[in-house]
């Protein structure tokens, strides 16, 4: 199975704070890298596709990079509905798995 | 409007069994494959189960292997998940959610899941 290694696993940070997570596969995935989003109590949502592609209706502020083992998901100025818990997600090949997760905090 | 709703979680003794539905509208589902993914509380995310969209391909995760089954009947725009054999380190929310249309296989909709508890 292939490994999924976020970090770090929590951060702090202020409305305005640029924002960096990283996420390391255990081999190479190529570019079939998702992020998502989740809010307490909330289902995730798809942030990032393939990943540095957007999805529809996220705004401009979250952006994606990275190929083979190494990914970044990046906040450039954070907002106060960007804190949330954050999934880095391989889809290279089957069992699909999920980072531990990264909580984004005030 | 892409919506996903499940339902079928409930309390349940270990060794029981539950059968999970997620109903979609808003979308032609019999041309997406669907995922199930669980959260066990205050942890990540684990993916359990991938159906493609006509059923004739499918993939467990091993902790399910021989336990749950992925199903789909398209004609009534529904996902299922047999759960059989029912274990404490089951009990999770639920979540179905479909897969993207394009190459990258990523989960664009997800529905709001259902919780499972399995306990004597």
């Known amino acids: 199975d292939i490994q999924m290694t976020q970090s770090p696993s929590s951060l702090s940070a202020s409305v305005g704070d640029r924002v960096t997570i990283t996420c390391r596969a255990s081999?190479?995935?190529?570019?079939?890298l998702n992020w998502y989003q989740q809010k307490p109590g909330k289902a995730p949502e798809l942030l990032i596709y393939?990943?540095?592609t957007l999805q529809s209706g996220v705004p401009s502020r979250f952006s994606g990079s990275g190929s083979g083992t190494d990914f970044t998901l990046t906040i450039s100025s954070l907002q106060p509905e960007d804190f949330a818990t954050y999934y880095c997600?391989?889809?290279?090949?089957?069992?699909?798995?999920f980072g531990q997760g990264t909580k984004v905090e005030i | 409007e892409v919506q996903l709703v499940e339902s079928g979680g409930g309390l349940v003794q270990p060794g029981g069994s539950l059968r999970l539905s997620c109903v979609a509208s808003?979308?032609?589902?019999?041309?997406?494959?669907m995922h199930w993914v669980r959260q066990l509380p205050g942890k990540g995310l684990v993916w359990v189960s991938r159906?493609?969209?006509?059923?004739?391909?499918?993939s467990y995760a091993d902790s399910v292997k021989g336990r749950f089954t992925i199903s789909r009947d398209n004609a009534r725009n529904t996902l299922y998940l047999q759960m059989n054999s029912l274990r404490a380190e089951d009990t999770a929310v639920y979540y179905c959610?479909?897969?993207?249309?394009?190459?990258?296989?990523?989960?664009?909709?997800w529905g709001q899941g259902t919780l499972v508890t399995v306990s004597s």
């Open positions: 959610a479909r897969v993207i249309i394009g190459g990258s296989r990523s989960m664009d909709y």
């Open positions: 808003g979308f032609t589902f019999s041309t997406y494959w």
């Open positions: 159906i493609n969209s006509d059923g004739t391909s499918i």
């Open positions: 081999q190479s995935i190529s570019s079939y």
């Open positions: 393939a990943a540095s």
């Open positions: 997600q391989q889809s290279n090949s089957p069992p699909w798995t």
